[in-house]
């Protein structure tokens, strides 16, 4: 099932009150145009009837693709609001996709359950199950590349660091805060790679449940697990 609610937002720049569908879930089989929005960016941007200016506003969303067996749990994150207590945030997912049996799926074999922030990770983590590819690996291999990129790109900061089908083919988008952005092509040899020697440890790191998994997760779950192991 999917689920929304309308509620109503105020326009920031001539004060209109309009009602928008806040959804509460998205199941991609039911709603698969919302998912499209979602990759394009549009689910999460709200035209003022009145004078067309569009507002960007996260809910509470948890998207939901059945035949992939992916749940990814959009908490929007406030600014300075520390990001285990968004974790607790976790909670009545068979209420948000209305089916009482929904909890059972945490412990099915081979779901996925994420958690993320912010919508450029929620589109990464759709992009990268729907190429087939696994977010834990590719956290890792982040970790390493940026690693190796450290140098070049420095002393420009690196803000995001996101996988990217957007050219027809796997990429990594830079996004740096001076404003420019570059793209890095996709290391398959690397991914290969690190998905066979880092299997255990990326397994350990997941029990079932909701994850947060990023390079964080990456460096503490994986690196650090497997140095100590050492
Ligand atoms: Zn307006």
Redesign the pocket.
């Known amino acids: 099932m999917s689920k929304y609610q309308t509620v109503q937002i105020t326009?920031?720049?001539?004060?209109?009150v309009f009602d928008v569908k806040k959804w509460d879930s998205v199941n991609v089989q039911i709603n698969p145009e919302e998912k499209e929005r979602m990759l394009s960016g549009d689910f999460f941007n709200h035209q003022?009837?009145?004078?067309?200016?569009i507002s960007c506003i996260l809910f509470t969303c948890l998207y939901h693709d059945m035949s992939s067996q992916l749940m990814v749990y959009l908490i929007p994150l406030e600014p300075g609001k520390d990001p285990s207590e968004a974790l607790g945030m976790i909670e009545n997912v068979s209420q948000l996709l209305d089916d009482p049996s929904a909890d059972l799926l945490f412990f099915k074999d081979g779901y996925k359950h994420r958690v993320v922030f912010h919508r450029e990770d929620l589109m990464e983590k759709i992009k990268i199950n729907d190429e087939g590819l696994d977010d834990r690996v590719i956290e890792v291999l982040k970790l390493i590349m940026l690693h190796q990129l450290g140098e070049d790109v420095a002393p420009a900061k690196i803000e995001y660091f996101l996988f990217d089908t957007i050219t027809g083919k796997r990429e990594f988008t830079i996004f740096l805060d001076s404003g420019d952005i570059g793209q890095v092509d996709f290391p398959q040899d690397a991914y290969d790679k690190i998905e066979t020697s880092f299997a255990q440890a990326i397994e350990a790191g997941t029990p079932k449940g909701f994850q947060f998994v990023d390079r964080k997760w990456a460096f503490e779950e994986v690196f650090q697990k497997v140095d100590s192991a050492d």
């Open positions: 326009c920031p720049e001539c004060e209109t003022c009837p009145e004078c067309a200016t």
